[in-house]
């Protein structure tokens, strides 16, 4: 399919009536062998296609170039004639007094940035108004950023990677100048304040943050170190000139080195650096010289070698292909942030992760549970579910703070998370965090899915199960049991800042997605037979969910059908009169959405649509209930919710909070139509979503409110009005050194399209559940229960299926032919027996076998490997308002 498809063309083409196929046709072309198990897609064709490709060069950091090792990140950009690198930890803190969390401006725990890392050419190389030529390439494949120029003065070209076997920054580069050039290359770092409320609170001191820096040259190296609050780290690099020629470098003054190459007509060099923290190694200095010296013996050629296989390893564990390109790009670029990002003592920050670039700016802070979380919500069926692991332990670690913070500050059992923590796990302290009892519920389901995909009992025992047994205790406590025989919870909020219900959806809804996982874990694990008895007993009598009625401005007759009017659902027939309610406020009267009229008046803030909760994250709803009042009146909820189809033109007025007709980002409404297979609005929605949030061209997104942040980022000249603490007057204050973007919008839409391809967390695996019939699609993804599965479908039907297990047990999988019923199981040539229940088949499995599923049994005689081979990505992709890489702008 063509990229520069519209969004509505591209789904009215999916979405055309689908062909017969294999009605009592016994032969199969596909890309899989039965075989050998592997998709016979051209290396490194089938990642080369999503490169991004940058035809004039990145000569602002937010159109800069992201790499990781998944500890260290690197967000390349460039000058006139520079090459800039700013160097990122996941774990250099600058930690606050220990204690509870206060909110401290300029004072709270953040993290700084390790330095930056300048190129200087000599000459314009990458200035616009002198390029002949230039190409910039993310080698999707091989986590390579490269970049070659070429002005009147001078051809320029590097190559850039972060090694996690070697824990370096590797750069190669290479200048020839029509006059002698002498490149230099500096390491600085420059603090300062981290400005986490640059948007409403501002502290004016220009002083703060710059303490603590020291540059030494020790053996041939420039070493940079930073003393923080509670640790130290060191950041060192070394230049090494090709062709034996001499650099030495030298100290600058306290914040930067530099080496200055002699001129030449022709000049090529590499360049290692590295970051260590006092956390890390005792003797941090020493621990940069033992990466270096590794590095430079082993040599550049060694350390590219054990790069690329690593990152080949990576990509080998998934696949997912889809008829627009697009798409299928942000799922692997939200799969490569997270590796880049994510395999180190702590989780990526949900914004700018690993490549802040505006010195030790942190916006928030922080760390979030809700921002947090959607970036982890692909992994485990992308396969990569380790990815998770820095957040898992994170959380787990925080769980003596969250449990003396439900018994000391809320006087309740068990452990409360709040939605916003420090780094130690100490939570926020104040109502509006106090209120929102939901964070705890979501890491502990989380954590679930993580040992439900990975079947790892270990981390099950010592990770996931002390989380799920306190946070399950402390929701157990705050349900009261009423006259009318339920239990119900009083006085919480709907996710972060709405105003107080007793029965708020989002507590319902995790309470009944928590307590059945809490009794299995603790089934597994041994626990106390009384207290899962309590659980259930409170889980049996738990109030329902209340509704409430749609009203007549949403929807109109046609046809003697009644129609929604507006949101995504706008000329679908409704499916349910009835929605659900939020909760009971102080008045004793039920709210609905905040959507229900579609004007500019916030009803309530309850962001991101607490309605939603009842399918995800909370599991409760899904298409195994399709037909019941439940599943229709989710079904019309979240065909309410506004289109992400935003005018970018338009300048309506909103504020931090968004609008009441406008959604945010990191809103979760396409994995809900997902689950809810609701295909033709899903298909529409994943590429508004990406069209609108997508605002960056290396792929990073932004969670809204749009009409906030999209001015911002592209407006150099505005404006905002933040507190000065001090005089407790409003100043002036630029939003253009504050622009960032985030790694939330994309990832939900990396997850949706995983759930659309397939779905695991009923207690069966079923295939394509949301899949346009027009739509081809290949996948291999993750399942739980620990397997890999590997389907194809096409011109409307599953092709095949394709399972192995990780340890073993049965697999249960909802027929994709029901109504044949002949599916056959295949393993080592032989058909294996099957238990049919309802439309559901089951068979054992042994760990590392293959099981191949089809219709027809003989299809296996005809099969036929026809093999692809997608063609490397020469120019930029588009979809909607969205670009990935840059055009020619000269």
């Known amino acids: 399919m063509r990229n520069d498809l519209t969004r509505r063309n591209f789904v009215q083409l999916a979405a055309a009536p689908a062909v017969a196929f294999l009605d009592g046709e016994t032969s199969v072309e596909s890309a899989f ?14 990642l080369s296609q999503h490169d991004l490709v940058y035809l004039s060069p990145p000569e602002d950091p937010m159109l800069g170039l992201p790499i990781g090792n998944g500890d260290i990140g690197a967000l390349l950009w460039t000058t006139e004639r520079e090459l800039v690198f700013a160097i990122n930890k996941c774990d250099t803190f600058d930690d606050d007094d220990p204690g509870p969390y206060r909110n401290r401006e300029e004072k709270n725990t953040a993290t700084r940035h390790c330095g930056r890392l300048v190129v200087d050419f000599g000459c314009p190389v990458f200035d616009l108004l002198y390029l002949k030529n230039f190409v910039g390439r993310l080698e999707m494949a091989t986590a390579v950023a490269t970049l070659e120029s070429t002005t009147p003065f001078a051809t320029a070209s590097a190559e850039a990677y972060l090694s996690a076997p070697h824990r370096v920054l590797a750069l190669k580069c290479r200048v020839r100048g029509n006059e002698p050039v002498a490149p230099r290359v500096t390491l ?66 306290s914040r930067a080195g530099e080496v200055a190459l002699p001129a030449a007509g022709e000049a090529g060099f590499k360049v290692y650096v590295t970051a260590v923290t006092s956390e890390n190694d005792p003797d941090p200095e020493a621990a940069v010289h033992r990466i270096l010296d590794r590095a430079i013996a082993e040599g550049e050629t060694a350390i590219r070698r054990a790069h690329e296989e690593d990152w080949r390893k990576f990509w080998s564990a998934s696949m997912v292909d889809l008829p627009e390109k697009h798409l299928e790009n942000i799922w692997h670029l939200t799969l490569y942030f997270a590796n880049s990002s994510s395999r180190g003592a702590y989780p990526p920050h949900f914004c700018n992760g690993l490549w802040g670039w505006q010195h030790d700016f942190v916006p928030w802070a922080a760390y979030f549970q809700w921002n947090m979380q959607d970036y982890i919500w692909p992994l485990a069926a992308q396969n990569h579910a380790e990815l998770a692991l820095p957040w898992f332990r994170y959380r787990r670690n925080s769980l003596p703070h969250a449990m003396s913070y439900a018994a000391e ?76 025989g339920r239990y119900h919870i009083h006085q919480t909020s709907a996710y972060e800042g709405s105003p107080l219900f007793d029965d708020t959806i989002t507590d319902l809804a995790m309470i009944r997605g928590l307590f059945p996982v809490a009794m299995r874990a603790g089934r597994i694990t041994g626990h106390d037979p009384a207290e899962l008895t ?212 994309m990832p939900i839409v990396s997850c949706a399209i995983n759930e659309m391809l397939l779905q695991s967390h009923e207690g069966a695996i079923r295939i394509c559940p949301a899949v346009l019939p027009g739509w081809h699609v290949r996948f291999e993804l993750a399942a739980q229960g620990g397997f890999l599965v590997s389907a194809e479908h096409r011109d409307g039907k599953v092709l095949f299926v394709a399972t192995t297990s990780r340890v073993g047990g049965p697999c249960r999988l909802f027929d994709p032919w029901p109504a044949k019923q002949t599916t056959a199981v295949i393993s080592q040539g032989a058909e294996v027996p099957v238990r049919r229940s309802g439309d559901v088949i089951e068979w054992d499995t042994m760990p590392g076998v293959r099981y191949v599923i089809v219709p027809d049994a003989r299809m296996l005689n005809g099969w036929k490997v026809r093999p692809i081979s997608p063609a490397r990505r020469e120019a930029p992709s588009k979809l909607g308002h969205a670009i990935l890489g840059r055009e020619r702008l000269f």
């Open 534 to 745: 309590r659980w259930q007993e409170q889980l049996d009598k738990l109030t329902p969910f209340r509704m409430a009625d749609l009203t007549e401005p949403e929807m109109e007759r046609k046809g003697g059908e009644l129609l929604h009017r507006k949101g995504i659902g706008a000329g679908k027939k409704i499916e349910s009169l009835r929605v659900f309610a939020v909760g009971k406020d102080s008045k004793g009267q039920w709210l609905r959405n905040r959507y229900a009229h579609l004007t500019d008046k916030m009803v309530y803030y309850g962001l991101p649509d607490p309605e939603l909760a009842t399918v995800y994250p909370s599991d409760v709803i899904g298409l195994s209930q399709r037909g019941t009042d439940l599943f229709k009146a989710a079904v019309t909820q979240v065909r309410l919710h506004p289109t992400a189809d935003i005018d970018p033109n338009s300048r309506k007025p909103s504020n931090m909070e968004g609008r009441a007709d406008q959604c945010m980002g990191w809103c979760p409404y396409t994995i809900v139509l997902a689950r809810l297979g609701l295909a033709e609005e899903l298909a529409a929605e994943l590429a508004h979503s990406v069209s609108t949030w997508q605002f960056y061209p290396q792929g990073f997104g932004h969670y809204g409110p749009y009409y906030v942040f999209k001015p911002e980022a592209e407006n150099r000249w505005l404006l905002n009005h933040p507190r000065d603490p001090a005089t407790r007057k409003n100043f002036d204050f630029p939003t253009w050194p504050f622009r960032h973007f985030d790694n939330e919008a």
């Open 188 to 253: 600085e770092r420059w603090g300062s304040r981290h400005l986490k409320h640059w948007y409403m609170n501002v502290n004016r001191d220009p002083a703060l943050g710059l303490e603590g820096t020291a540059t030494r040259i020790q053996r041939g190296r420039i070493v940079i170190r930073q003393q923080l609050r509670a640790l130290f780290f060191v950041v060192a690099a070394q230049l090494v000139p090709d062709g034996g020629v001499s650099a030495d470098p030298r100290k600058l003054h």
């Open 409 to 484: 500050v809320l006087k309740k059992p068990g452990a409360f998370y709040a939605d916003v923590a420090n780094r130690k796990g100490y939570n926020a302290l104040g109502p509006t965090n106090d209120n929102n009892k939901t964070a705890g519920a979501q890491t502990a389901l989380d954590m679930w899915r993580y040992y439900a995909f990975t079947r790892d009992e270990r981390f099950l025992r010592e990770i996931a199960w002390p989380v799920i047994r306190e946070v399950t205790r402390f929701h157990a406590s705050l349900l009261v049991l009423s006259e009318d």
């Open 33 to 46: 062998s039965p075989t050998d198990g592997a998709w016979h897609i051209d290396w490194p064709g089938r």
